[in-house]
C-alpha cells in the first residue's frame, strides 16, 4: 500500500507545467532535431519510417502479384524477382514488422506506466539511426543491383562463398546486423522502464496488458538475437570474406547448422511482431467494450507461456531436412502446444466481448478482423505442425498462405487497430471512423482474396519462390484472384493513408481521453508533453482512469527543473529513489554514424570492422563525458 | 516414324493437351501420400469446426449488444473492472480444456500416421535409387551391388507398381529438395547429407514432381516425372539404361554423333559408349527415351530440343549450360543422333 | 479547491548505487545477450565435434593451455579490483574505487597482453578447419567484449581523476563490475570446453 498524504497545499500546476516545459524543451534547428530523445520523438519516427518500409514491401509484393498472374509471364526475369521476394520478405520481418511494434511500444509503454521517458533516452536515439541507417543501407542495394537474392532467411550454401554472387549476400548479413543492435537495444530500455519506472502502486498485477506483452517481447528479442547475429555474422559473412568454414562439409562445416541457428531465432521472432499485437488488442478490447480484460492472471501466464515455449520450435521449419524421428515428433507437439496459450487469450477476449459492451469503432473492426483471420492461420498453423501434412506442404503457397494469416491477421489487424485507436492520442485529433471502417474492409477483402487461394494452390503443389510456371498446371485461375486481391489491399491502404492525411487537419479535436478509457496514456495531453505527465500518477487498481478519482494520488517532490524520473521497486512498484535523465544529445547520432561507416566498410573487407569498433568507442566516451564539473548534474 | 519415336510424341501431345499433369498432395498414388492424404481431411474437418465454432462466438457477442456510443461512468466500470464472473471463468476453462483435448488427439493422430508412414519402408526391398539434386537438374542413379548393373539417367524416374522403393537423396551444390505429392512428402537434398525416404506407386501412371527448396536463378524450372509401370515394363526399361548408347546407324546419326564430339557438349554430357564423358550436366546415354528435357520445362521433342540447344538461355535464363554456336547445316544431323538415343 | 492526495518523494535520493538502478539493469541485460551469443557458440561447438570421430580434425594440433590458463587466473584475480571498486563505490570511496579500478585495469591488461602472446602463437588460423574458425571466433568475440570493457574502465578511472566523482560515475563503477564479472564468468566454461575438451574427452591421436 502506498501512503498517500492528503493535503490541504495547492497544487500550482500552472508553475510546475512551465519548469517542465523548459526542461523538457526540445533543442531547435537540425542538429536540435537529430539530438531529441525524447520518446514519443523516438517512438514516432520508428512508427513512421517503419509505415514506409512497409510500402516499401508491398510495392515488391505487387510486383510479384503482377509477375505471378499469369503463367509463362515475362514481366519479371528469375534474378529480378528472386530479388524482389527476398527483400520484400525481409523488409516485412526486419524493416517493418519489429520496429514498428518497438516504436508502439517506445510510444505508449512510458504513458501507460505514468513515467516520463524510457530508462535510457540516448540509447533509444541510438536504435533508431543504427535502424534507419540498416534499412537505408539494404535499399542502397536495391537500387545497385546488389539487393539478396537468396531468400529472407538466406540458406546456404546458395548463400555462401561458392554461390552467393557479389555482395548481395553480404548486405543481407550486415542489414541484419543493424537491425538486431537497433532491436537490442530497444529491448534492453523497455525492460528497464517497465521494471523499474513503473508510477507508485502499480504492482506487477496492476500492469497493463500491453506493457506485459512488451516484457514478454523484450526478452524474447534478448534471447533469440545474438543466434541471428551469428547466423548471419559468422555462418554467411566471414565464411563469404575471410574463409572460415561453418558452412563448408570439406572442413568439418555443416549447411544444416545454419538452420538450426537461424531458425532458433526464426521462429521467436514471428512470436517477437505477434505479442506486442496482443497487448495492442487487450488495450483496444478493454477501451471499446467498456470492460476489464477478463481473465488478467491468464493473460498474463498465457503470453509469458507463448514467449517461453516459442523458443522449443524451430525444428518445425526443418522437418523435411531427414532429422531423427522421435525429436521431430517433440517439436510437433510444441507446436500444437503453443496453440493452447494462444487460445487462452482468443477465449478470454470473447468472454470480455460477451459481457461488455461493444462499441464498434473502427478499432474494434479491425479487432474483428484479427481474430477471424488469425484464428485461421493458427489452425492452418496445427496442421502445419504435423509432420506427414507437413512435408507435403512444407515450401509451397500453403505455408506462404499460413504465414499471412497469422502475420498480417495476428499483426497487421492489431496495428491498423491501434492506429485508429490511439490516433486522437498521437495527433490530437480524431480519425474517419467512416473512412476507417471502409478501410478495414478493403483491408480484409482484399486479403482473403489474395490469401485464401494461396492454400489451394499449395495443395495443388505450387511451390514457393518460383518465378513463373507452367499453364498447364492449373494454378492460372487462382493467382489470378490473388493477384486482384493484392491491389484491393493496394486500396485500403492508400485509402488509410488518406484518411491519416484529412483527420490530423480537419479531425475533431480530441481532448485527452475521447474513448473513456482506463489506462494512464489517456491523462496525458493530446499530443502527450514532452514530459507526459505535470504530476506522476499514484496508480490505485488496474485502470486508474476508471477508478474513483479520490481513490487516485499525484507524486509530488519530482523535480521539474530537470528531467527527473522516479524508479520504483520491482514488484510492488514501491518509490526507491528519484532518477535525472539525459537531455538531448548529438552522440547517439554521431556514434551511430560511426559504428554504421564501419560495418558497410566490412561488407567489402573484413577490416572494416576495426574502424566501427574504434568509431563506436570515440562516440561512447563523448556519450558519456560528463557535461558538469564533478559529474555532479544538480 | 519408328515406333520407338512414337511414345515421346504421343506424351508431348498428351503433356500439353490434357487438363495438366496432377502435382496435387489431394490424389494420392501410393500409400505413404495416401496416408497423408487422410490425415489432412481428419485435420481439414476437425480444424474447419473449430473456426466456424470461434467465428460464431465471436459474431454472436457481436449480435448481444451493440449500443450508441456512450461514456462510461466511473462507478459502473469500477465494478465492471473486478467482474470477473463464474459463467464465464467456466467456459472459457472448458474451452480451454477442449483445446488441449482436440489438440492430443491430432497429435496422436499425427504421430500414429508418422509411424504407419515410417512403417512401410522395407529394407529387403531390392530398389535402391540415389537422387542428387543439381542446379537445376537431377542426377538419377539405379544402385546395384553389382556394378555392371547401375544405371544412370536424369529428371525421369522410373519405378515398379507395388514395389517399395528408396530414394536416397543428396546434393551437388546448394540445398534441394525432392518432392513427388502423389507418392509422398518432401525431402531435402543437402550437400554432404544422405537423406532418405520411401516411395511406393499403386498404380501404373505418370508423377509429376518439383523441386521445392529455393536453389537459386532457375528454381522454378526445376521439376522432374515419376513414371510408375507393370513390374516387366519396368524392368525392360532399366535394363535398357544399363545399356551403353545406341551408336549411330546411318549417316544422318553419324554426322550428328561428330556434330556432338567435336563440341563443347562432351564436357559436362555423358553419353555411355563415346568419347563424352562429362559428369557435370544430364546423362542423355537415353535421351530419346525420356517425356520431358530440361528437368520438366519442355516436351521432349525435335523442335524443342533444338530450341533448347541453340538458346538455353532464352528457355532457363541463368542455368549453366553454354550456349553452343552451331554451323547452318549442323543442327538437324545432330537432333537426329541425339533422338535416336532411346 | 478539493484536497488532492498526494505522495511526496522529494526526500528521496536522486541517485543509487545498486541494483535497483535501471542502469544496473541494464547491465544485466547486456550480460544476457552476451551470454545467449556464447550459450549458442558452445553448442555448435559441440554440434560439429560430436559429428567427427577426431577432434580438432588432422592435422591440427591442439591449442596450447599454459597462456590460456594464464589468461583465466589473471582475470579471476582481476575481479578483486572490480569488487574493491564497486564497494567503494556504494560508500563513496574516491581512493577505494581508484584503487580498485586500478587493480582491475592492470590485470586486465595483462591478461590481454597474455592472450595476446597466445593468438600469436595459435598453431591454426580461423581458415583451417571448422576447429579453427570456432575458437578464433569465440576468442574474438570475448577479446572484443573484454577489451570494450577495459577501456570503459579505464575512461572511468581517467574521469575519477579528473575529480569526476558523482553520482553518475559511482553508479558507473558500480555497474562496471557486473559485466565485468560476467564476462570472467562465461569464460570459465569457454576455456574448459575448448582447451580441456578436445584433451580430456578426443580420440587419441
Known sequence: ?634 | MSRRRTLPAISALLLSACAGPQQSSLNSAGPQAGHTESLWWVFLGILSLIFIAVLGVMLAALARRHPEFEPASPERTATAADRTGRRLTRAVAAATIATVAILFFLLVASVSTGKTIAGLASPSSSLTIEVTGNQWWWYVRYLDDNPQRIAVTANEIHIPVGRPVQIRGTSQDVIHSFWVPGLNGKRDLIPSHITTEWIQADRPGRLRGQCAEFCGLQHARMALWVVAEPESQFEAWLDRQRQPAVPPSDADTQAGYQVFMSHACVLCHNIAGTPAQGQVAPDLTHLAGRMTIAAGTLPNNKGTLGGWILDPQSVKPGNHMATISLKPGELQPLLDYLGSLQ | MTAQRTLDVSRLPDHSISSEAPLWWGQMLLAAIEGTMFAILIAMYFYYRLSVDVWPPRPTELPPVLLPTIVLVLLIVSCLGSYRASEAAKADDRGGMSRGLLFNLGFGLAAMLARGFEWAALPFTWAADIHGSLVWTILALHTLDVAADLIFTAVLLVLLRRGYHGPRQRLGVHVDSVVWYFLVLIWIPLYIVIYWGPRLVGAPR
Open chain 1, 1 to 634: 500500500m502506498i501512503p498517500l498524504v492528503e493535503t490541504s497545499r495547492e497544487l500550482d500546476e500552472e508553475q510546475e507545467r512551465g519548469t517542465l516545459e523548459r526542461a523538457w524543451r526540445h533543442p531547435g534547428g537540425f542538429v536540435g532535431w537529430c539530438s531529441y530523445t525524447t520518446h514519443q520523438a523516438i517512438g514516432m519516427r520508428y512508427i513512421v519510417t517503419a509505415f514506409l518500409f512497409l510500402l516499401a514491401g508491398g510495392v515488391e509484393a505487387l510486383l510479384m502479384r503482377l509477375q505471378l498472374a499469369r503463367p509463362e509471364n515475362g514481366f519479371l526475369g528469375p534474378d529480378r524477382y528472386n530479388q524482389i521476394f527476398t527483400t520484400h520478405g525481409s523488409t516485412m520481418m526486419f524493416l517493418f514488422a519489429v520496429p514498428m511494434m518497438e516504436g508502439m511500444g517506445i510510444y505508449l509503454v512510458p504513458l501507460m506506466l505514468g513515467t516520463r521517458n524510457v530508462a535510457f533516452p540516448r540509447l533509444n536515439a541510438f536504435g533508431y539511426w543504427m535502424y534507419l541507417i540498416g534499412g537505408l543501407f539494404l535499399y542502397w542495394g536495391v537500387f545497385t543491383n546488389t539487393a539478396p537474392d537468396v531468400g529472407w532467411f538466406a540458406y546456404p550454401p546458395l548463400s555462401g562463398p561458392q554461390f552467393g554472387i557479389g555482395k548481395r549476400v553480404d548486405f543481407w548479413a550486415q542489414m541484419i546486423t543493424f537491425t538486431e543492435i537497433s532491436a537490442l537495444c530497444v529491448a534492453t530500455e523497455l525492460i528497464a522502464t517497465i521494471l523499474k519506472m513503473r508510477a507508485p502502486g502499480m504492482s506487477l498485477n496492476r500492469i497493463p496488458l500491453f506493457c506485459w506483452a512488451m516484457l514478454v517481447q523484450s526478452f524474447m528479442v534478448i534471447f533469440a538475437m545474438p543466434a541471428v547475429m551469428l547466423a548471419s555474422n559468422i555462418f554467411l559473412l566471414t565464411d563469404r570474406t575471410v574463409g572460415t568454414h561453418f558452412t563448408n562439409p570439406a572442413e568439418g562445416g555443416d549447411p544444416l547448422l545454419y538452420q538450426h541457428v537461424f531458425w532458433f531465432f526464426g521462429h521467436p521472432e514471428v512470436y517477437i511482431i505477434f505479442i506486442p499485437a496482443l497487448g495492442m488488442v487487450s488495450s483496444i478490447v478493454d477501451t471499446h467494450t467498456r470492460r476489464a480484460i477478463f481473465g488478467y492472471p491468464a493473460m498474463v501466464l498465457s503470453m509469458a507461456a507463448t514467449g517461453f515455449i516459442g523458443f522449443g520450435l524451430w525444428v518445425h521449419h526443418m522437418f523435411a531436412t531427414g532429422l531423427p524421428q522421435i525429436g521431430e515428433a517433440y517439436f510437433t507437439a510444441a507446436s500444437m502446444m503453443i496453440a493452447i496459450t494462444s487460445g487462452v487469450q482468443i477465449f478470454c477476449w470473447l468472454a470480455t466481448m460477451w459481457s461488455g459492451r461493444i462499441r464498434m469503432t473502427a478499432a474494434m473492426h479491425f479487432v474483428f478482423g484479427f481474430v477471424a483471420i488469425f484464428v485461421l492461420g493458427g489452425l492452418t498453423g496445427v496442421m502445419l505442425a504435423s509432420i506427414p501434412i507437413d512435408l507435403q506442404v512444407h515450401d509451397t503457397f500453403f505455408v506462404v498462405a499460413h504465414f499471412h494469416y497469422v502475420l498480417i491477421g495476428g499483426a497487421l489487424f492489431p496495428l491498423f487497430g491501434a492506429f485508429h485507436h490511439w490516433f486522437p492520442k498521437f495527433t490530437g485529433r480524431m480519425i474517419g471512423e467512416t473512412a476507417g471502417k471502409a478501410t478495414f474492409w478493403l483491408l480484409f477483402t482484399g486479403f482473403n482474396l489474395t490469401f485464401f487461394p494461396m492454400h489451394i494452390l499449395g495443395l495443388k503443389g505450387m511451390t514457393r519462390r518460383i518465378y513463373t510456371y507452367q499453364p498447364e498446371m492449373g494454378w492460372g485461375p487462382a493467382n489470378l484472384l490473388a493477384s486482384v486481391g493484392a491491389f484491393v489491399i493496394l486500396f485500403g491502404g492508400l485509402l488509410f493513408l488518406a484518411n491519416v492525411i484529412r483527420s490530423r487537419r480537419h479531425g475533431l479535436p480530441a481532448g485527452a481521453d475521447p474513448w473513456a478509457s482506463g489506462t494512464l496514456e489517456w491523462a496525458a495531453d493530446s499530443p502527450p508533453a514532452n514530459y507526459n505527465f505535470v504530476y506522476l500518477p499514484v496508480v490505485p487498481g488496474r485502470y486508474p482512469l476508471w477508478t474513483d478519482p479520490k481513490q487516485r494520488g499525484l507524486v509530488t517532490g519530482v523535480r521539474a527543473d530537470r528531467r527527473e524520473v522516479l524508479v520504483t521497486t520491482i514488484m510492488d512498484a514501491a518509490p526507491h529513489h528519484r532518477y535525472p535523465l539525459p537531455g538531448p544529445s548529438i552522440w547517439p547520432l554521431l556514434t551511430a554514424a560511426g559504428v554504421s561507416a564501419g560495418l558497410i566498410w566490412a561488407v567489402y573487407q573484413f577490416s572494416g570492422y576495426y574502424p566501427a569498433i574504434a568509431l563506436g568507442t570515440a562516440g561512447l566516451i563523448g556519450w558519456f563525458w560528463p557535461r558538469t564539473p564533478a559529474g555532479d548534474e544538480r
